[in-house]
């Protein structure tokens, strides 16, 4: 169990003890100690120094409003600005790796062939921030490696990230696991359930009932005599007739 903390400013107080508690609920257990991002720094100025080595490292002092009104928006693509140097040379800034102008390919699990010229998709990207804190996407990928994960299983709104996420586990010398990425959960209106979208928290009460309803939403047709039973007939049933197939190529499903 990983608890992805490294943006130790907006983690809330107590958010990380009520998931915990919120997975042990629905019967979902793990082995050894929680790891924390926190506890892993370390490491992740490690990976940066070795990157660093390899000059794929360089500063960046643009602000999101510059990039803005360079044409460019926070998600889009950088366009190299700091790229033969700082402007202005004393500014607070972030750290980019560069890419090369490559096609990054990968057999997606349940999503098949995706792929990204990095170059074109998203240029050079950010790895530590201008607050000094990492990346998502390093701490990710030095986690991954560290925790020896074969295979990533998350929502497909992480799907344009995996690229990324290659590239800096290519320039690393670490192993890439298998990706499969799973439709993210919509309401009416097509939004994404999400603290960020107000969506209201999990009732652990009804433990049970929100496993079969997920159940339901991920196409696996669980029978309706286990209604009113408890988490651990649901999972038992759920391991045993499990078929990730049913969600191939499916991208969003409404609660």
Do not use: N
């Given at each position: ?184 959960v919509t309401d009416a209106a097509g939004v994404k359930l999400s603290k960020q979208n107000l969506a209201p928290a999990v009732d652990e009460q009804v433990a049970a009932a929100n496993l079969l309803h997920l159940l339901r939403l ?20 759920a391991l045993a007739h499990w078929d990730l197939g049913r969600v191939r190529g499916c991208r969003a499903v409404t609660a």
């Open positions: 169990m990983r608890i992805d903390d490294v943006d130790g400013p907006r983690a809330a107080r107590g958010a990380s003890g009520s998931i915990l508690s919120c997975l042990e609920a629905h019967g979902l257990r793990w082995d050894g100690a929680v790891v924390y991002q926190q506890g892993a720094l370390d490491t992740y100025a490690a990976a940066l120094d070795q990157l660093d080595r390899q000059g794929l490292l360089y500063r960046c002092g643009c602000s999101r409003k510059e990039l803005a009104e360079l044409g460019g928006t926070e998600g889009g693509v950088y366009p190299g600005r700091c790229a033969h140097g700082l402007w202005p040379a004393e500014r607070a800034h972030s750290l980019r790796v560069r890419v090369r102008s490559q096609r990054i390919e990968l057999e997606d699990g349940l999503q098949g062939l995706y792929g990204q010229d990095l170059a074109a998709a998203v240029g050079d990207f950010v790895v530590r921030r201008r607050d000094r804190l990492y990346s998502y996407h390093l701490a990710t990928v030095v986690d991954d490696a560290a925790a020896g994960i074969t295979a990533v299983v998350r929502g497909i709104d992480l799907l344009d990230s995996t690229p990324r996420q290659i590239y800096l586990q290519r320039c690393l010398g670490l192993p890439t696991p298998t990706y499969s990425h799973l439709p993210v991920l196409r696996q047709d669980p029978p309706p005599e286990l209604a009113g039973t408890t988490v651990d007939q649901v999972l038992a049933w």
